[in-house]
């Protein structure tokens, strides 16, 4: 439901901004980012409430609130109101995303965890991938309203299937005081830097966005300080001992912020400038979904042989080349000469990311902070793709209302892909630097008879 929410909304934004009168780009903006912004300020606190008080009880708290925040998003009447649900449902899914992995990694035996971890992350990946030809098949059928509606019968039965199936899991060693101070500041940073980024290209440098921004990094910087010298934060410094989990979250950053600019924009591209119904321009990104839903899983697996830097290294840089294809789309263009190449190259690279990306995560922090490594990845991703749905538009020039003037969101739609095929290659050039591979790593113990230890050791 988060992830196919996530996406799904994107291709509505079109027909949301003419029913309510949107203006310009940052009002759309805000529909998706202030669920992002909840999502990824939250997630910490989630996975260490998890840790304290049940991974399952969580989850389950997190999917009954995402349900009832997106009520209150078919609901809405107004662009501000919508927000503001959007908003809270961001809170349910932050309580629902990093338990759904811990009780993975908790649940599974290590044997199978890869795998488990790989299966997650394709279906989380084809349900972001689907979400725009879903969103675009009921924009058109009927309304953008159906959209949230769709999240209540699964909903239903997600409480009554972990209800009864998923055992409970905690960390008897988690810390008794919630880190409260640090939400707050988490919250305040990405709120102030959120807005100032957005509402620069609607408003200009005013003094207003300048005093929140700065207010942001203010915030940030103080809650950096709170939790290295705090006796119980919510993100713990010893987390970031491994190397490996550091590094794989820095590639997180560069594929996550790729990936959310793209979908945010390209949906919303093909409806302007290229004259497509929200049901084509969802439909245009179905070979992603089928790339992820064939080749995810066997990504998986196939990282648990060799190591995760191969795929890690080669996979975002195969994601940089469909998007760098992406700038031949033009107004006018048919599909199979220009937008299908540029999806499936795309879908080809995510296929071999994702997977091995999570589980280096996961398996780099250690079994005893699952929670606190799914909540770490799941805020890292989340803010990368935050700040690149505020940032790169208004970086490509996608300010005002130019996003309704079909040249000018071309010229601006291009720019957009050339930025974030930058992020992708990054993403892979630092995963050649950064990542190793724990079964490369122990041969040469295992041919010494010794055994390597630390939080690495569990090979993927």
């Known amino acids: 439901m988060a992830f196919l929410d996530s996406t799904a909304v994107n291709v509505a934004l079109p027909t949301i901004g003419r029913e309510f009168g ?82 993975i990694e908790a649940s599974f035996r290590r044997a199978d965890r890869a795998a488990a971890i790989g299966a997650w992350s394709g279906l989380t990946g084809i349900a972001t991938a689907v979400g725009p030809f879903l969103g ?111 590094a794989a979250n820095l590639v997180t950053v560069t594929v996550y912020a790729a990936l959310g600019a793209v979908f945010f924009l390209l949906v919303i591209y093909l409806q302007v400038a290229l004259g497509y119904s929200a049901l084509r321009a969802g439909a245009a990104t179905l070979p992603v979904t089928a790339l992820m839903l064939v080749l995810s899983a066997g990504s998986g697996r196939l990282a648990q042989r060799i190591g995760p830097r191969t795929q890690m290294s080669v996979g975002p840089v195969v994601m940089a080349g469909g998007l760098l294809l992406m700038i031949r789309i033009d107004p006018g263009d048919g599909y199979l000469a220009t937008v299908l190449p540029s999806v499936v190259v795309l879908g080809l690279g995510l296929a071999t990311t994702v997977a091995p990306l999570t589980a280096t995560a996961l398996a780099a922090a250690g079994e005893r902070y699952a929670g606190v490594a799914s909540g770490v990845n799941n805020t890292v991703a989340r803010t990368a793709q935050l700040a690149a749905v505020a940032v790169i538009p208004l970086a490509a020039g996608l300010t005002g209302d130019t996003y309704a003037d079909p040249t000018a969101f071309a010229a601006g739609f291009h720019t957009a892909m050339l930025i974030t095929a930058g992020l992708a290659a990054g993403g892979g050039v630092l995963a050649v630097v950064t990542i190793r591979d724990p079964l490369a790593d122990r041969a040469p113990s295992a041919r010494s008879g010794h055994h390597q230890c630390g939080v690495d050791a569990p090979p993927l």
Request: aromatic content about 8%.
């Open 22 to 103: 949107a203006s310009s780009l940052s009002g759309l903006q805000w529909v998706v980012n202030g669920y992002m912004l909840t999502l990824a300020a939250f997630i910490l606190l989630s996975g260490s409430l998890g840790d304290r008080y049940g991974r399952r009880r969580l989850f389950l708290l997190g999917v009954v609130w995402f349900a009832v925040a997106s009520a209150l998003c078919a609901g809405a009447v107004t662009l501000p109101m919508l927000v503001v649900a959007r908003i809270a449902q961001g809170v349910g899914a932050a309580l629902l995303t990093p338990g759904s992995l811990a009780l």
């Open 136 to 246: 675009g098949w009921l924009v058109d059928a009927g309304s953008w309203r159906a959209i949230f509606l769709l999240n209540l019968p699964p909903a239903v039965a997600v409480v009554v299937v972990a209800r009864r199936r998923v055992a409970e899991s905690r960390n008897p060693d988690a810390a008794r005081r919630l880190d409260l101070v640090g939400t707050v500041l988490a919250v305040a940073g990405l709120g102030g830097l959120t807005y100032a980024l957005i509402e620069a290209g609607a408003r200009g440098s005013s003094p207003v966005v300048l005093a929140t921004g700065v207010t942001g990094l203010a915030a940030l910087g103080a809650f950096v300080a709170v939790e290295r010298t705090g006796s119980h934060p919510m993100l713990p410094p010893r987390v970031f001992a491994s190397p490996q989990f550091t």
